[in-house]
T-cell receptor, first 111, second 117 residues
Framework: NAGVTQTPKFQVLKTGQSMTLQCAQD?????MYWYRQDPGMGLRLIYYSASEGTTDKGEVPNGYNVSRLNKREFSLRLESAAPSQTSVYFC??????????FGPGTRLTVL | AQKITQTQPGMFVQEKEAVTLDCTYD???????LFWYKQPSSGEMIFLIYQGSYDQQNATEGRYSLNFQKARKSANLVISASQLGDSAMYFC??????????????FGTGTSLTVIP
């Protein structure tokens, strides 16, 4: 059981470039989430998906898109990266009690 | 208004002593869940403890307990017998709405705990 996996672990982009952060879970969880973590800000929810085929905006969705490809996978796309999107990105999935299990994070730097 | 407020940016505790990390929350939904997570310097997020809004008793998990005061909207984490490995960031979080219906989660800004030998 790998739990929640994220790729890549590190990424450096130039302003305006695009990229997709991948997340997969093997725990058969229904709900999946994308967060960003900035110093002094805690975790802020970008998007979430209650089930396959559904997605909803969180607190800070601007500049991002998501795809719930199937029950296992939930990807986050930056179409045109900006320096303000420099952050650590966490994916999470939830068991029926809504306890969230987190991936290891992706450290993204946008120059 | 902030959904989750953690007013202690940094805390120090002597090894083997108990420490309380404060958390207050704001919601008008009668159904919600409260969580504490630990984030060591390595960066991973580790689930510690959960309290549902309808739970009558305070949650406990080993050395962790959650002091749930519903009327005051507080959900403080108590760590007993602190260990050096407890040094980390601690985040309080809340889920609004019924369980397993795909709800938003809100996190506080965290408290950095340092355990002194």
């Amino acid at each position: 059981n790998a739990g929640v996996t994220q790729t890549p672990k590190f990424q450096v982009l130039k302003t305006g470039q695009s990229m997709t952060l991948q997340c997969a879970q093997d725990m058969n969880h229904n709900s999946m989430y994308w967060y960003r973590q900035d110093p002094g800000m805690g975790l802020r929810l970008i998007y979430y998906s209650a089930s396959e085929g559904t997605t909803d905006k969180g607190e800070v969705p601007n500049g991002y898109n998501v795809s719930r490809l199937n029950k296992r996978e939930f990807s986050l796309r930056l179409e045109s990266a900006a320096p303000s999107q420099t952050s650590v990105y966490f994916c999470a999935s939830t068991v029926f009690t809504d306890t969230q299990y987190f991936g290891p994070g992706t450290r993204l730097t946008v120059l | 208004a902030q959904k989750i407020t953690q007013t202690q940016p940094g805390m120090f505790v002597q090894e083997k002593e108990a420490v309380t990390l404060d958390c207050t929350y704001d919601t008008s939904d009668p159904s919600y869940g409260l969580f504490w997570y630990k984030q060591p310097s390595s960066g991973e997020m580790i689930f510690l403890i959960y309290q549902g809004s309808y739970d009558q008793q305070n949650a406990t998990e080993g050395r962790y307990s959650l002091n749930f005061q519903k009327a005051r909207k507080s959900a403080n984490l108590v760590i007993s017998a602190s260990q050096l490995g407890d040094s980390a960031m601690y985040f309080c979080a809340m889920r609004e709405g019924l369980v397993d219906t795909g709800n938003q989660f809100y996190f506080g800004t965290g408290t950095s705990l340092t355990v002194i030998p």
